[in-house]
């Protein structure tokens, strides 16, 4: 057995034994000499517990995997049910193009290379002019009257600024309005990309417009790719993938905007105002690069386009992703999932929280798991709301934001570890599996059966105690929740249990731990009153210590959601904390440093660009 | 190999075409592939990616097309714009600013007004006649226009010869006029095609 070194903060909890429930626990690996250890299944978690273990006795724990993995899974089961992914298989949940991306980008490809060779070879171009010319005057050969006159109109009507700057415009408009930020980015971004594109290609190739055939009908510049049709391309496309749900929806979408393309091809080559080439290359640009944009950077299951009323934070987990959890939770913990369901999702915003429903194992029965689902949309939403609160307050998050959704997950991970450690009642951590390497990932954890919320929960004094002693606990392990609100409260039989431990921080500002104790005297106080739980609280902490929580726990000091029970409680709950306690100076929340400062100078400096940008670009968005 | 393999390594060739592409099409954007400026409106360019077939079919009856002569220093090709019904390209002078003179051709020209100056010939090409707004009218520019069959060329300067008589001198020497027939058999010749309008045969449709 070889092992490395692991990560020293986990040691101790490695060594205990004790933070992981019994299922998670009791794999065995088998030793090469013979020899039997307790392994806590952390194989992937630590590196430094990798440990050389023959395959023969790991494969005698084998357990179903999905059917599209059965070839390896013969080779790569482990104890519990839990499967190795092997090198080059894709994650659960895999970055997917889909058929029709992967062969849109090889049209991009051929096109570039067709482009690369005709401006090397002057032969190439001409016997591509005399097909394109050939192919027009046949068209041109059925002219008449009224189809002539209809061309014009489709023409018109179609590539006009007008329609193209209404559409964009209006697309614009929606996505800001349905705060459909990525969207509206990438539809941006496809929109610049294919214009300028477009324009850089014509430039380069140089195609007049055709020959041998009269022209009916306006045009601009060189002719390939035409420009006036990649615009109406990337427009409708982006329109399609950003304002159309997928299903039934955008499948109209696409056959409207296909139909809608073909229109204008036909009208356009038959006026002679394109070549064919010129058509292609633009449907080419102007589908590739917005399908690619969005299937890529929002693609459906991670960004979907609803228009059911749900918080943007919380991601669909049907479909896809509904699949890809299971098996993840299937070989990465060896749990199997009978059902996954979106919970609590309106006292949710920085995750989507879900309870799994997974099958009996060894020693213990089918129950409920509590799991979160993080994504990087919410690693982002995370830099943001720390940036905010930076500026807007200085030293009231003082924390570094996280850089990758990985690192987000850890962080949880191990702060549910060490509350769970320190003996705060927090639900027993199960680890987090990967669903999409560095972009999904979904902690799972003890679902607290049969608690209610504390809002709901009938409380009393022992719950009073119970409420107490979990701050005082967090106090003595050096810890601080900093997110102490109603719906991170739970009570069964008496007891607070305490949830979401993302915020939780390890030695904490002193300010930081006087807030935790203030928010939960106040959590309680809401259910009970003041002079109550003030007469508690004097059993776990000094007058001092009381008195400088209420000092430091001012507005936004208090989550939201906390702040909201407050307003609609008739009492003045924190007045009546401050004239229990020693009279006490207020701890100030602002905090002006150089870091504040050159934030607040770089997010405006970002601002005026932005605006900048977005004015400079102006001809081209509209 | 399962099918999952082979979709990840579908999804990396994707990709890696995807770079390939895009390091295929910006090298050639920026790499010279593309012709200057002035190449593309030079009187003596050879280049396929020059404007002028294309001008030709702007304005299909102008037997003349307006094209730049040598630039001296100082002088430099701000841009072109070919539409139908109209060409343009225009100079920019490291003294007269952006957009210091202008070419435009278009199919004919409103003279009224304008005083008439003496006659010019191009060679291989039809007699042009010029006309020339009095500069009290456009202080403090100058507008030239050249008429032929089919055609008119407007040359606007941002200056005048009383306001800058050395760059007036300069710009003068500009403007040059290459013939539609150079076009229409160069096309015929190397794809076998018809620039249809002035000088070619009639066209289908």
């Known amino acids: ?622 | 190999m399962s099918a999952s393999i082979l979709r990840g390594g579908a999804t990396r060739a994707c990709r890696r075409l995807v770079v390939a592409a895009a390091a295929v099409l910006v090298t050639m954007v920026v790499s010279g592939c593309g012709a200057s400026q002035y190449d593309r409106v030079s009187c003596t360019s050879n280049s396929r990616q020059s404007i002028f077939v294309l001008e030709a079919q702007a304005v299909p009856s102008a037997t003349l097309m307006p094209c730049a002569n040598p630039l001296p220093g100082g002088w430099s090709v701000g841009g072109f714009e070919v539409r139908s019904g109209l060409a343009r390209f225009w100079l920019d002078s490291d003294r007269a600013g952006a957009r210091a003179g202008e070419a435009r051709l278009t199919s004919s020209c409103d003279v009224t007004g304008a005083t008439q100056l003496p006659p010019t010939a191009i060679h291989g090409g039809p007699p042009v006649q010029r006309y020339e707004t009095p500069a009290a009218q456009q202080p403090p520019a100058t507008v030239r226009y050249y008429l032929f069959p089919g055609g008119c060329v407007t040359y606007r300067l941002g200056f005048s010869r009383q306001t800058a008589p050395a760059l007036f001198d300069q710009a003068d020497q500009f403007l040059g006029f290459t013939t539609r027939a150079r076009y229409v058999n160069g096309v015929r010749r190397n794809q076998r095609s018809t620039l249809c309008g002035a000088g070619a045969p009639p066209c289908t449709g």
């Open chain 1, 1 to 622: 057995m070889a092992c490395g070194k692991g990560p020293l903060y986990l040691l101790p909890v490695i060594l205990s034994g004790l933070d992981r429930p019994r299922s998670l626990r009791n794999a065995e690996l088998r030793l090469p000499d013979g020899g039997r250890q307790e392994h806590q299944s952390r194989d992937r978690r630590t590196p430094g517990l990798v440990c050389d273990v023959s395959i023969g006795s790991m494969a005698r724990d084998g357990a179903g995997t999905s059917l599209n993995r059965s070839v390896t899974a013969q080779r790569g089961l482990v104890g519990g049910g839990r499967r190795r992914r092997p090198s080059g298989e894709p994650p659960p949940l895999p970055r997917n193009l889909g058929v029709s991306g992967r062969i849109w980008i090889t049209l991009v490809a051929t096109l570039v290379t067709i482009v690369g060779l005709v401006v090397a070879s002057a032969a190439l171009a001409s016997s591509f002019d005399r097909w394109n010319a050939a192919v027009l005057r046949g068209i041109a050969s059925i002219r008449t009257g009224w189809l002539t006159t209809l061309m014009v109109g489709v023409n018109t009507v179609l590539v006009s600024r007008w329609t193209i700057g209404v559409l964009r415009l209006g697309t614009l408009v929606a996505l800001v309005g349905l705060r459909r930020w990525r969207h509206l980015g990438l539809f941006l971004g496809s929109l610049i990309v294919v214009e300028l594109s477009a324009y850089q290609l014509s430039l380069l190739v140089a195609s007049p417009r055709p020959m041998d055939v009269r022209i009916i009908g306006s045009w601009e510049g060189f002719s390939f790719p035409s420009p006036q049709a990649a615009a109406l391309v990337v427009t409708l496309v982006g329109m399609v993938y950003a304002l159309l749900p997928p299903g039934r929806p955008r499948s109209w979408g696409k056959w409207a905007a296909g139909a809608t393309l073909l229109l204008l091809g036909l009208a356009r080559m038959y006026l002679g105002v394109d070549h064919p080439t010129d058509m292609w290359s633009a449907v080419i640009l102007g589908v590739a690069v917005p399908v690619v944009a969005f299937r890529f950077f929002a693609p459906n299951e991670v960004y979907p386009v609803t228009y059911r009323r749900a918080k943007t934070a919380h991601l669909d987990v049907g479909g896809r992703r509904g699949q890809a959890i299971r098996t993840a939770v299937q070989e990465q913990l060896g749990l199997t999932v009978l059902d996954v369901t979106p919970v609590g999702l309106e006292g949710s915003a920085g995750s989507t929280p879900l309870r799994l429903r997974v099958a009996a194992t060894e020693g213990e029965p089918e129950r409920d798991l509590f799991a979160k689902l993080y994504a990087r949309s919410h690693v982002r939403a995370d830099r943001s709301y720390k940036l905010g609160r930076t500026i807007l307050f200085g030293a009231l998050e003082d924390e570094a934001p996280f850089q990758s959704v990985r690192r987000f997950v850890e962080y949880e991970d191990y702060t549910l570890l060490r509350l769970h450690h320190a003996g705060i009642p927090v639900p027993a951590p199960y680890g987090f599996v990967e669903i999409t390497p560095e972009r999904e990932y979904l902690i799972v954890m003890e679902f607290f059966a049969g608690a209610q919320e504390i809002g709901t929960a009938h409380v009393d004094d022992r719950v009073i105690d119970s409420g107490l002693l979990v701050v005082r606990r967090l106090w003595n392990a050096g810890l601080a929740h900093r997110d102490i609100k109603p719906a991170n409260l739970m009570v069964r039989d008496g007891t607070v249990l305490l949830v979401d431990a993302f915020f939780v921080q390890v030695r904490p500002s002193p300010w930081r731990q006087a807030v935790d104790l203030a928010n939960m005297m106040l959590c309680l106080a809401v259910r009970t009153d003041a002079e109550r739980v003030y007469r508690h609280a004097m059993r776990y902490f000094t007058a001092d210590e009381i008195a400088e929580a209420f000092a430091a726990t001012r507005g936004v000091a208090s989550p939201t959601q906390l702040r909201s029970v407050l307003k609609q409680d008739s009492r003045d709950l924190v007045a009546e904390f401050r004239a229990l306690a020693p009279a006490r100076e207020s701890i100030a929340i602002q905090n002006w440093t150089l870091r504040r400062v050159a934030l607040c100078m770089l997010v405006l400096a970002l601002a005026v660009l932005a605006v900048l940008v977005v004015v400079r670009t102006w001809t081209v968005v509209a």
